[in-house]
């Protein structure tokens, strides 16, 4: 069976960047399971598997612009450490919920902390930068009209709810 719309998807992989880091891998744990054209995964990656089936291995780049987008300067922003009321501690690399210039909720990360200024970064990690996927299809199948509904595999490998 072919990966195309509405495939429920098994894939192992290994994301590295362009100086050939390892960034994740679904080595030593169970495949990745998503559903093709949900969305899942980053359009770059999802638009190169389509067409492939079970046993095929691929090697894709994917720009920023298929993947986590540019980065983006606007979503840097300095601020005063009264804006994280009741947090005692604050670090490098923490993560808060935030509301986005568009008003949507989203995570920024803290990347300084100097006095009582917090640089908060609302960037994806990853935005910017281009990515390399090592790829092997494992299982492709129907997904169900429940996952088809709820835009997302269930069960192993999925989400439980």
């Known amino acids: 069976m072919q990966i195309a719309a509405n495939k429920a998807v098994s894939i192992e992989y290994t994301l590295t960047d362009d100086a050939g880091e390892v960034l994740d891998s679904s080595a030593g744990g169970g495949p990745l399971v998503y559903l093709q054209g949900a969305g899942n995964i980053i359009p770059g990656l999802e638009q190169e598997l389509e067409g492939k089936q079970p046993g095929d291995e691929l090697k894709v780049t994917v720009e920023p612009e298929n993947a986590y987008g540019e980065f983006s300067a606007e979503l840097v922003a300095v601020l ?34 100097e006095g009582d200024e917090v640089t908060v ?14 790829v092997k299809v494992v299982d492709v199948r ?15 490998g999925g989400v439980e709810h």
């Open 80 to 113: 005063g450490r009264n804006m994280f009321e009741g947090v005692d501690e604050l670090e490098p690399g923490m993560q808060f919920h935030a509301s986005g210039p568009d008003g949507s909720m989203q995570i920024v990360t803290i990347t300084a902390v």
């Open 121 to 134: 970064d609302g960037n994806h990690p990853l935005a910017g930068q281009r990515l390399t996927f090592e």
């Open 142 to 156: 129907d997904a169900t009209e429940d996952e088809i509904a709820h835009g997302h595999i269930h069960g192993e």
